[in-house]
């Protein structure tokens, strides 16, 4: 069946290191979705990559999705304390017979230490 | 344009008592999706829904829960006489048709004494 892991599954920084969060899917994909869950909150969309091999950037962060649409990565530059949370990928398999439901990785946690 | 709105926020039941609990999807957003996390763990997809539909229900045990999303009202997801194992955070997420960004609600926090 359809699967989404991530690594690693947790990762602790010091202010002003870079840090990176891998997804790899089981099947290709769509499209692949990232989301940041601070402490005691809730998922919050980040972006969507759609296009094989596309780079997308958000100021410090820089998203990455594969050549074959079956990974991704997300990478922060010079982590600051605010970055903390977890971050988690969703694919959206290119099968749709899955019928519009994403498959959530893991999550990568992230702590920064100031 | 409120956001995804989750009630309640905490609840608490002893062993043996049903847990209901209500996710409004945002305005305009016909699909609905139930998660439960565990602390320090991932994102479990339990159900997916549209307006009167159960579109995807396979992450969801068999027996003692449910989940519907009426025409009009909010998406309930049942929980019938819970053990302490169903103590989790549930999330509700909604998207609109043709989009597939997800939107999440704060949760409901569920304590089972």
């Known amino acids: 069946g359809q699967q989404v892991m991530q690594i690693p599954q947790y990762q602790h920084v010091q202010e002003g290191e870079d840090f990176t969060t891998y997804c790899n899917s089981s099947t290709t994909l769509s499209n692949i979705q990232w989301y940041k869950q601070r402490p005691g909150g809730h998922p919050v969309f980040l972006i969507q990559l759609v296009k094989s091999g596309e780079v997308k950037k958000q100021k410090r962060l820089t998203f990455q999705f594969g050549e074959a649409k079956k990974n991704s990565s997300l990478h922060i530059t010079a982590t600051q304390t605010t970055d903390v949370g977890t971050y988690f990928c969703?694919?959206?398999?290119?099968?749709?017979?899955?019928?519009?439901?994403?498959?959530f990785g893991r999550g990568t946690q992230l702590t920064v230490w100031p | 344009n409120a956001g995804v709105m989750q009630n309640p926020r905490h609840l608490v039941r002893r062993r043996g008592q049903e847990a209901r609990l209500r996710c409004s999807p945002m305005?305009?957003?016909?699909?609905v999706y139930w998660y439960r996390q565990l602390p320090e763990e991932g994102l479990k997809f339990m159900v997916y829904?549209?307006?009167?539909?159960?579109?995807?229900e396979s992450g969801m045990p068999k027996e003692r829960f449910s989940a519907e999303f009426p025409k009009e009202g909010p998406s309930i997801l049942r929980i019938q006489q819970v053990v302490r194992g169903d103590s989790a955070a549930y999330f509700c997420?909604?998207?609109?048709?043709?989009?597939?960004?997800?939107?999440f609600g704060p949760g409901t926090r569920l304590t089972v004494l």
């Open positions: 997420a909604s998207r609109r048709d043709g989009y597939n960004e997800q939107f």
């Open positions: 829904l549209q307006k009167e539909n159960i579109i995807d």
């Open positions: 969703a694919g959206d398999p290119q099968d749709r017979s899955t019928l519009g439901r994403l498959y």
């Open positions: 305005k305009g957003h016909s699909h």
